[in-house]
């Protein structure tokens, strides 16, 4: 599927192994919804992909249970059966999916050189960056003990089951605040639990979040723990912690939803690739094409706003169509 084996640097030869170089065409980075469906068309396009699946093979959506907002799911689907067949379908046009990690990354040449796991080197003629963003958590062993059992950093996604029931959201920013809105549609209470006595939220969110019923902002509290048996019956949270009036305060809840932010993971990227203050890989809008020609980033690895499993595929889509595009114009 490959094309041999073929160093011409000379200081290559020197510095790696040639059993450890491989040259590919389209080398797919990360195995989310937009991963795999990059794969897809780049696959069907006879780009001959090559994708490296990542720490958390499926991405984020391994994590949630049911999935019921992807299209074509009448009947819902969970996390792991979707990005299962989500990869079957990038296997069965040839996609070479392969474990590992990528460790390093140089951009500054023509061919894109990408390290795996620190030893095996791909350069490639396109890369699709794929890498997704890591929900921000508390640190709690809670969240790990009753991660899938009311532990969610996605109201989006997991937020439905949580319909006329009392959950808390954490955190005090716009996410937070768009997460307690939407939680406030479909549950009896929601809590927004605030470590400050500001929200970071846009004026306009907070306005709505404050006059929004049935939600109660617990301002200055922090979470120490959660409870239940076996799932998440409530929290134990500190208000005013390591002050001298610091008090326990106990809530009944069935879903606790962290929104304290993500990570995108763009760290081995930054040397090379425009980013926003956050770390989000700068993209041309309406493309996936980055700063660095031959260079295309999709999913939550650059998109702050959406984070959508159904957006994460669109997205792949684009970066899969504008590396072909990019590869015909280049070899014309
Ligand atoms: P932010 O970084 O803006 O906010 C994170 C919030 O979580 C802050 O309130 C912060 O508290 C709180 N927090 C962080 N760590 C902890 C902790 N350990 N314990 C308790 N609370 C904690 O992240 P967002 O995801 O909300 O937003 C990211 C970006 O995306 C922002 O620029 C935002 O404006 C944007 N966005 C825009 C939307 C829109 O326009 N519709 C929707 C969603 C996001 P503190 O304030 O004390 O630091």
Redo the contacts with the bound molecule.
């Keep these: 599927m490959f094309k041999s084996l073929d160093i011409n640097d000379d200081q290559e030869k020197q510095s790696v192994e040639p059993t450890d170089v491989e040259k590919v065409k389209c080398l797919i980075i990360g195995s989310g919804p937009a991963g795999y469906t990059a794969a897809i068309y780049a696959a069907r396009a006879n780009l001959n992909p090559v994708m490296y699946e990542g720490l958390q093979p499926g991405g984020q959506l391994t994590t949630t249970t049911e999935v019921e907002n992807y299209p074509g799911y009448p009947e819902g689907v969970t996390g792991p059966i979707m990005m299962e067949d989500l990869k079957k379908q990038a296997q069965r046009f040839g996609t070479d999916v392969r474990w590992g990690m990528a460790t390093k990354a140089d951009f500054s040449n023509n061919v894109h050189k990408v390290w795996i796991d620190n030893k095996t080197l791909i350069e490639a003629e396109t890369v699709i960056i794929a890498t997704g963003a890591t929900a ?1 958590y ?1 640190g709690l062993e809670d969240e790990q003990k009753y991660a899938g059992g009311g532990v969610s950093a996605c109201a989006t996604c997991d937020g439905f089951f949580y319909k006329g029931k009392d959950v808390a959201v ?7 605040a ?1 997460e307690a809105m939407y939680l406030a549609g479909l549950c009896k209470k929601v809590y927004l639990i ?3 006595d500001v ?4 004026k306009v969110m907070a306005d709505r979040v404050m006059k929004t019923p049935n939600i109660e902002i617990l301002w200055k509290h ?1 979470t120490k723990g959660l409870f239940g048996d076996g799932v998440v019956e409530g929290a134990n949270l500190a208000k005013n912690l390591g002050e001298e009036n610091e008090e326990e305060v106990k809530i009944k809840i069935d879903g606790f939803f962290l ?4 990570t995108p993971n763009s760290e081995i990227f930054k040397d090379y690739l425009e980013t926003d203050d ?1 770390g989000y890989i700068n993209t041309v809008p309406g493309t996936s094409k980055t700063n660095v020609p031959g260079v295309f980033a999709c999913g939550d690895v650059q998109d ?2 959406y984070r959508q499993a159904v957006t994460a595929a669109g997205s792949g889509c684009m970066a899969a169509i504008d590396a072909e595009r990019y590869l015909s114009e280049k070899n014309a």
């Design positions: 921000k508390l954490v955190g005090g920013g716009d996410t937070a768009e605030v470590r400050r929200l970071r939220a846009s922090q929104a304290i932010g993500h956050v702050s706003h």
